[in-house]
């Protein structure tokens, strides 16, 4: 089956700091990858899409600024949190769908926890 | 935004019992759906799906029924074992069109206990 990949699997840094996410599809090529956060014991909240060689299309209420993405390649879309704060400390998780299968099919990512201390 | 302090539902049961796991949708547009399972600090993972042109659709030991006239959405586990302790979501597919394509949207989530 189609598999995707994170890097970090967990990450801690320091309030101010940036951090970057790297979500990968392993074995197919993704036009569009999404990224979701989750808090503790709450749903997955979709950020944004992001598409190949175009811009990313955010969600109400999500700071493009703040959350900085990139999917330059067909497997490689990449999350940055700037100035990260401790109220970013959440889990992570992209998804990514292959275009040669059903159009509503997502594969996901282990996730990346993050912590902003 | 997010709800702080949500409390998700919880169901326990015991090994081999049938689960029933319930998932109401609101948007009577959606035209797909999906059940996931997402064991501790781990991404989800695929159980089932089902289009809104059916009903019922069974897999390994899973049935998903849609009853589109109450936007109801419930997961059947059959023989419940301890590894299918989780928490479940339902998702769906808000078919908008536009910028909507391919979108998913998760229900709030159900904790799944088994015990042995």
């Known amino acids: 089956g189609a598999v995707v990949s994170q890097h970090p699997s967990r990450v801690i840094c320091k309030s101010g700091t940036s951090v970057k996410i790297e979500c990968r599809s392993l074995d197919f090529q993704a036009t569009t990858m999404f990224w979701y956060r989750q808090f503790p014991k709450q749903s997955l909240m979709l950020m944004a899409t992001s598409n190949e060689g175009s811009k990313a299309t955010y969600e109400q209420g999500v700071e493009k600024d703040k959350f900085l993405i990139n999917h330059a390649s067909l497997t490689l879309s990449t999350l940055t949190v700037t100035s990260a704060h401790p109220e970013d400390s959440s889990f992570y998780i992209c998804?990514?769908?292959?275009?040669?299968?059903?159009?509503?099919?997502?594969?996901f990512g282990p996730g990346t926890r993050l912590t902003v201390t | 935004g997010e709800s702080v302090g949500l409390h998700l539902p919880t169901l326990s049961v015991q090994e081999g019992d049938n689960s029933i796991i319930n998932c109401a949708y609101s948007?009577?547009?959606?035209?797909?759906f999906i059940w996931y399972k997402q064991e501790s600090g781990k991404g989800p993972q695929f159980i089932i799906d089902?289009?809104?042109?059916?009903d019922k659709r069974q897999g390994q030991r899973v049935t998903v029924l849609l009853n589109k006239t109450v936007k109801h959405l419930s997961l059947q586990i059959a023989a419940t074992q301890p590894g299918d302790s989780a928490v479940y979501f339902c998702?769906?597919?808000?078919?908008?069109?536009?910028?909507?394509?391919?979108?998913?949207?998760f229900g709030q989530g159900t904790i799944l206990t088994v015990h042995p």
């Open positions: 998804s990514a769908r292959d275009p040669g299968k059903s159009s509503y099919e997502q594969y």
């Open positions: 948007n009577s547009a959606s035209d797909y």
């Open positions: 998702a769906e597919n808000r078919n908008a069109g536009g910028t909507s394509y391919g979108k998913l949207t």
């Open positions: 089902i289009r809104s042109n059916m």
